[in-house]
């Protein structure tokens, strides 16, 4: 018996896996926690695209790579992702990507599968502890077939389910290189050559059926589903007599085996979270766009509900549009935070202000900073401010994704003030450290002031918000402070 994140961990193992590269976030940060802990050189990369594309090296010379990243983290990859198919690759490349269904710690619900179209690479969701192990070691086998990476998609119930995983003897990589002579093609010529040969495998693949369950019962309900729930469907099915199609792999779907199930079947619902992703690449199924499921987080109930009115062709959908004050978020600093004054100072200051999503996004709801969209963000959307835009980043944020919207502030001349949350950890996904990039910035910007948080006051702060504003150029300002004990992210141990 072992958890889902265990199963993650010996399938690594038993698929000897050189490179192994993770950014904090839910709910990967304790997946990763336990690879650093015992995998030989795995550790935390400053983003998912520097992690993809160091594997993309490991792979060309022969060394599978394991990327651990968050559901959004597959948007800061995406561009090397794409690419990677049709340049194709050496050893094997997994993508282990954590969703997150409801958004419990994360800015969206995205679907990680999605990219699996977009970027036709295959995508298992596996359902068990047994099946993620499976989905890792199947995982590498296939990539290293079609020269593509893979997606294995988790969810945190995933991860932190218990089940009996059974190891087995995994056939070692055999160190495949870079194929070079792919340059005979050109780019248009690679992805046709691409739809010929590694595309056709990976149908062939899905075909095969190795990551689906298939149950007959009473041939006039049918469930179809993937990941985590078909756990909760497997509950409902058989106590209902509903018969049952597990799908371990998602893209491609195996259409064959999928079409059979709903030849045997009057009435077939598709369950599964975030998006209608299977249920919008097959005709005449119920699910989310029929009103049965809500999009996002499905919970037993929802299958149940749904399966009471599954001779409904369509349902008045009436799930909730849950708002924050009802979740019980904190919308304020941790108690003794050294930085409450400087937020204190901004939001007596009429400001439009771009926060990011680490700590000040947590002011958002009380009106602090206006606007938060990802990771690394904030110094780019206050480039689009009138006049001298005001950004808050943290030093993970900036590192991250931040420090290149400075650079084109200084290319074109533009007014810029930024003030960067220098508490040396990424708080928001449990403490990781942080890059220090003063002496980084110091190099590139010639308006670069540093305070002590506890030695500022809001008033220290009024004036110096006031004093940057009424100069031209970039102005950084780094604000130094270290989060007490009992700061909110030292009780976060994330799965
Ligand atoms: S984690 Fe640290 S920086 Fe963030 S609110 Fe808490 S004390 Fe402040």
Redesign the pocket.
């Known amino acids: 018996m072992m958890r889902g994140r265990d199963a993650i961990v010996w399938a690594v193992a038993d698929s000897s896996v050189g490179r192994v590269v993770g950014v904090p976030g839910y709910p990967v940060t304790g997946i990763m926690e336990d690879l650093i802990e015992r995998t030989v050189g795995a550790r935390w990369c400053v983003n998912e695209k520097v992690a993809f594309e160091s594997c993309i090296g490991a792979s060309s010379e022969g060394g599978r790579g394991l990327v651990v990243t968050k559901h959004v983290g597959l948007n800061i990859l995406a561009d090397p992702l794409i690419t990677s198919v049709t340049h194709t690759i050496g050893a094997g490349i997994v993508l282990l990507a954590g969703d997150d269904p409801g958004a419990k710690r994360s800015q969206n619900e995205q679907d990680s599968r999605l990219y699996g179209v977009l970027a036709e690479v295959p995508v298992f969701d596996p359902s068990t502890p047994q099946q993620v192990y499976d989905a890792i070691v199947e995982g590498y086998a296939l990539s290293e077939r079609i020269r593509t990476p893979v997606i294995v998609r988790v969810t945190e119930r995933l991860v932190s389910m218990e089940g009996e995983v059974e190891r087995r003897r995994v056939e070692a990589s055999r160190g495949q290189v870079f194929d070079s002579s792919i340059w005979q093609y050109t780019f248009a010529g690679k992805h046709q050559l691409f739809h010929e040969t590694a595309a056709r495998e990976a149908i062939e693949y899905a075909e095969g059926g190795s990551m689906s369950r298939v149950e007959i019962l009473d041939g006039r309900v049918g469930v179809i589903s993937s990941g985590y729930l078909s756990n909760l469907v497997d509950e409902l099915a058989m106590k209902d007599g509903v018969s049952h199609l597990a799908l371990g792999l998602v893209y491609p779907l195996p259409l064959g085996v999928i079409g059979d199930f709903i030849e045997r079947h009057e009435r077939v619902l598709v369950v599964e979270e975030t998006e209608p992703f299977i249920e919008d690449q097959i005709n005449g199924v119920l699910g989310k766009r029929t009103g049965h499921l809500p999009h996002g987080r499905v919970e037993v109930e929802h299958i149940r509900a749904a399966l009471e009115r599954i001779e409904d062709d369509r349902v008045e959908a009436t799930f909730r549009q849950e708002r924050i004050d009802e979740r019980g978020y904190r919308i304020h600093?941790?108690e003794g935070?050294p930085?409450t004054p400087f937020y204190e100072a901004l939001d007596a200051l009429d400001l439009m202000v771009a926060g990011d999503v680490g700590?000040s996004v947590?002011m958002a709801p009380l009106g602090t900073v206006d606007v938060a969209v990802s990771l690394g963000s904030s110094i780019g959307v206050a480039l689009g401010f009138n006049g001298k835009g005001v950004a808050v980043i943290g030093d993970f944020g900036l590192a991250h994704s931040g420090l290149q919207a400075i650079i084109d502030a200084l290319e074109s001349d533009e007014d810029l003030l930024v003030f960067v949350?220098q508490?040396h950890v990424a708080?928001m996904t449990g403490g990781q450290p942080a890059v220090d990039l003063r002496r980084v910035v110091s190099c590139m910007v010639e308006d670069v002031t540093v305070v002590e948080a506890e030695k500022m006051d809001k008033e220290a702060y009024r004036r110096i918000i006031n004093e940057k504003l009424e100069e031209n150029g970039v102005s950084i300002v780094f604000i130094e402070g270290r989060?007490?004990e009992g700061?909110?992210?030292q009780k976060i141990r994330l799965s």
């Open positions: 600093p941790c935070c930085f700590c947590l949350i508490n708080a989060c007490p700061a909110e992210f």
